[in-house]
């Protein structure tokens, strides 16, 4: 585990703090396979980050003032939503998401950062982050958008102006999702049906429906949407 080094008392106790959350970032990380890191939005600091993350990012500490592969950009959205999020009632905000689609620092390979809020104040100011990275589908375009698991509805940050616009979400049933994100983590059309306990036929008109649905061509077009619009 690879945390932030506290010299003094104050410093600490607040690592003390984060030792739950920590806890469950590695749990995340190690059942998922995937990279994982924690913000502390108060501070504006890395204080757990999963070890391939570090390998990644070519850090072998967490003591950066930025958050890792996160810029200016990213850290303003991030600000930007807690507003909307302070707003939503206590239900709602468990199911918030943010979608990050960014450049690794440095690199021309793209990332997708999803991140959630574990821990907030007595007023519902957002203080911890946990984020999970994956590969994007992305190749180019970057992209921040967050949701609501309840609402039908996408909201999409625009740089210039710092405000989020709202566009209606495509709906994709329980079943078309479930074959997106298994083609996804890279399963054939005969492994998702047994995964799914379809039929290879059902899964090829669950990817037509989406197809039809999302406007697109392909697969790959399709992975890209739905990616785009918080549905993996």
Not at 27 to 37: C, I, K, M, R
């Amino acid at each position: 585990m690879t945390t932030i080094a506290f010299g003094d008392e104050k410093k600490v106790n607040t690592m003390k703090a984060y030792e739950p959350y920590i806890a469950m970032a590695q749990s995340v990380s190690n059942l998922t396979f995937q990279e994982v890191y924690l913000i502390d939005l108060v501070d504006k600091k890395v204080v757990y980050a999963s070890d391939t993350l570090l390998q990644r990012s070519g850090d072998d500490t967490v003591l950066s003032e930025t958050p890792i592969s996160l810029g200016q950009p990213e850290l303003n959205a991030i600000a930007a939503v807690a507003a909307q999020y302070k707003a939503a009632t206590p239900e709602k905000r468990k199911g918030f998401v943010l979608h990050i689609h960014t450049r690794w620092h440095g690199q021309d390979t793209m990332a997708s950062h999803k991140l959630t809020i574990i821990h907030s104040d007595k007023q519902g100011n957002p203080q911890l982050v946990m984020g999970v990275v994956s590969p994007s589908v992305r190749e180019r375009e970057e992209s921040i958008v967050f949701r609501f698991a309840d609402e039908d509805t996408l909201y999409r940050y625009q740089h210039e102006t710092g405000l989020w616009t709202r566009h209606p979400l495509p709906h994709l049933t329980n079943n078309e999702i479930a074959m997106l994100r298994l083609t996804l983590q890279g399963h054939s059309l005969e492994a998702i049906g047994r995964l799914m306990y379809k039929s290879p036929e059902s899964v090829k008109y669950y990817r037509r429906q989406v197809f039809e649905k999302l406007n697109v061509r392909n697969i790959t077009e399709a992975l890209v949407v739905a990616a785009d619009y918080c549905l993996l």
